[in-house]
């Protein structure tokens, strides 16, 4: 299904590593006709980083969406009685997230977004970004792959040899997983490891 018309929630939490690339992706998903909002957690909107200021961010956010981002949890929560959102992406999502997610915890703008958003029974795509992917997480993707309407870009180990446990999305499919997703579809192959560098 095209996006051109959709209207799309881009979720930013704090694998500050995987800005540039989602940047780019926020920015494509734009240039494709989308109307987009964006939902920053509190850490991804207070955390400065060596990839970068968060100020700088919010405002490069901004500046591509045409709208403010959505900073807090009351911001969020209109999402759900509203259902102003065709299909929302967390991109992306730290392991931390997952598990919050995965547990029904909400307590970050992002989680209140995507809670809200999956009691209209729409779909929530997952860019998974995190260290711990292949152990202590591992049970959460699982459950979270097998959730009604939770749909994942597909990922792979990052560095198979420095980091074995460590799941990286490839952030250049997030639109063709996004059109996928809108019709009810996952994406596959869902694992592609390792990056091949």
Known sequence: ???????????????FCTYKKAFTELRKLVEAGADVYTIFSDRSA?????FGEPSAYLQEAEDITGHKPILTIEGAEPIGPKAYLDVMIM???TG???????????DSPVLMAAKAHLRNEKPLVITISTNDGLSMNLKNIGLLMNTKNIYFVPFGQDDHIKKPNSLVAHIDMV???IELALEGKQIQPVVVSPFIK
């Open 1 to 15: 299904m095209d996006i051109k018309g959709k209207t799309i929630g881009v979720a930013f939490t704090g694998s």
């Open 46 to 50: 207070s955390i400065t980083s060596r």
């Open 91 to 93: 991109l992306p999502c």
């Open 96 to 106: 931390n997230t997952a598990a919050k997610l995965c547990n029904g915890i909400v």
């Open 175 to 177: 639109i063709p997983t």
